[in-house]
């Protein structure tokens, strides 16, 4: 399957590019697709557009702005169709999966535009009427991943047009497709400028992050870039939210089935093939129960299908890309190296595509690598744990702390775990419960600020007081 004309969107306009880059099929390595590489005098040109829009949108009224955040989301549910085949072709995810993230895409343009901004009163006395108003940034640079990019790039284009900025996104270079599609989508809903799509590599994203005239700079994606995009919008003072990696701990306590369990575990550590920022990365099990859960979690692995995305009845599709595909690789060759256990997998096939095995690891020690890096692919450590002090201190002796979930038929015993966490989501029984209207960001070195909810709406303004005092009328 090929695809042809994919186009940046610059100021309401489809643009081509000079040089193409070249976009592969995860799964036969083929290419499919080549889209533009945007010159720096196109991204000039983008925040340019985007700049001269800015004052219009901004003056809308709120309810404006949300009846166009609506209107996308009608425009992503009338295109599902389309954009699940461009999204199984250019990520991997299977056609269910990729369904599934154009309406959780278009769903959660529903959630954004239940928003309102605040206006809070501080004092309104016979002398002073005082108040924190909320204003938008300006331009607003947005950098989305490889792993979800239709929902990443929803999660920071919602908010941040309905807060009165305008954007200019780029996709991940390994999975531009979708969103320049969107871009096409959405030419006659928005007015040119407010969101502007342009295509390229880690020179683009630099040129953003460098950019005098973007006043933000929202980033999902691994810790050591989140670094470097800070370090570059320092020079200018940006704001920046940054969604980074994690190594997140999963605790199950004695009292639950095994059996029961299992499901919910391994699509908490495997959906996407693991390539999740808050999946389960370790995997800690008490150890009266241990074998029980690592017999069922691999019972039921193997129900599970590895394969192309594009076939009938395949469950998990490729690691994205060659780069993330060698890393996986090396994990396990160093697991494999220092006499470690698989329970299953472990083994790298040989043929086209970047398929991992699911592979699971019989309580690797605690400072082996397969437990301290995120793998970011189908690879999962179990751990024994006897202690609960111990397990909570093991959970968070990680420089990440983004997410962690707690396993228990008392979910009071849970709730008390999950309090001492050092993350910034938890979940109890569930994964991946994320909600428009629940803030979502990472302790430690897993991000700067927060996206969703109403603290992550106000991470796209600057927080305004405004004070009026009353003049005492002329005599």
Not at 192 to 207: A, F, H, R, T
Not at 240 to 268: H, Q, R, S, Y
Not at 289 to 306: G, K, N, P
Request: hydrophobic share 45%.
């Amino acid at each position: 399957m090929s695809f042809d004309n994919f186009v940046m969107t610059i100021n309401g306009w489809k643009v081509t590019g000079g040089a193409g880059l070249d976009v592969l099929n995860p799964a036969t390595e083929e290419v499919i697709a080549t889209v533009p590489d945007a010159s720096k005098a196109q991204l000039d040109e983008a925040v340019a557009a985007a700049k001269a829009a800015f004052p219009a949108w901004a003056a809308l009224s709120m309810d404006d702005r949300r009846k166009k955040i609506l209107a996308i989301a009608g425009r992503l549910q009338e295109n599902k169709a389309e954009l699940a085949r461009i999204f199984t072709a250019e990520q991997g995810r299977p056609h269910g999966g990729a369904e599934w993230e154009v309406d959780a895409a278009s769903q959660w343009c529903h959630g954004v535009a239940q928003f309102d901004l605040p206006v809070e009163v501080i004092e309104d006395s016979e002398e002073r009427r005082v108040e924190v108003r909320h204003t938008p940034i300006g331009v607003v640079g947005a950098i989305a991943p490889w792993n979800a990019p239709l929902l990443m790039a929803i999660w920071k284009m919602a908010p941040a047009l309905l807060a009165g900025n305008c954007m200019v996104l780029k996709p991940s270079p390994f999975t531009p497709l979708t969103t320049l599609k969107l871009g096409e989508l959405l030419l006659d809903i928005l007015p040119p400028g407010v969101l502007n799509i342009v295509s390229g590599g880690n020179e683009l994203g630099q040129w953003i992050t460098d950019h005098p005239d973007i006043g933000k700079v929202s980033f999902t994606g691994s810790t050591a870039t989140g670094k470097r995009v800070m370090e570059s919008a320092a020079k200018t003072l940006k704001r920046v939210t940054l969604e980074l990696g994690g190594n997140d701990a999963a605790i199950v306590l004695p009292d639950v089935d095994p059996k029961a369990i299992a499901p919910a575990l391994f699509w908490g550590a495997f959906f996407n093939s693991a390539q999740v920022c808050v999946a389960i990365k370790r995997l800690y099990i008490h150890s009266s129960i241990y074998d029980a859960v690592a017999r069922e979690l691999v019972e039921f692995a193997r129900t599970v299908t590895v394969g192309d995305g594009s076939q009938q009845g395949v469950d998990l599709g490729p690691v994205q890309n060659r780069m993330q595909f060698e890393k996986v690789k090396d994990l396990l060759d160093d697991a494999r190296a220092n006499g470690q256990k698989f329970l299953l997998g472990g083994e790298v096939p040989d043929g086209p595509g970047y398929f991992i095995p699911v592979s699971i690891v019989d309580n690797p020690p605690e400072k082996s690598r397969v437990v301290t890096e995120e793998a970011f692919g189908p690879v999962l450590p179990l751990l024994k744990y006897d202690d609960l002090d111990d397990v909570i201190a093991r959970a968070n002796d990680s420089e990440s702390g983004l997410g962690g979930s707690v396993w228990s038929n008392d979910v009071d015993k849970a709730r008390e775990i999950g309090q001492r966490l050092q993350t910034g989501t938890v979940w109890i029984n569930e994964m991946f419960a994320f909600l428009p209207n629940a803030p979502f960001g990472g302790h430690k070195q897993s991000g700067v600020g927060v996206e969703h909810g109403m603290e992550g709406l106000l991470e796209f303004t600057n927080t305004q007081t405004m004070t009026s005092r009353k003049l005492t009328p002329a005599a």
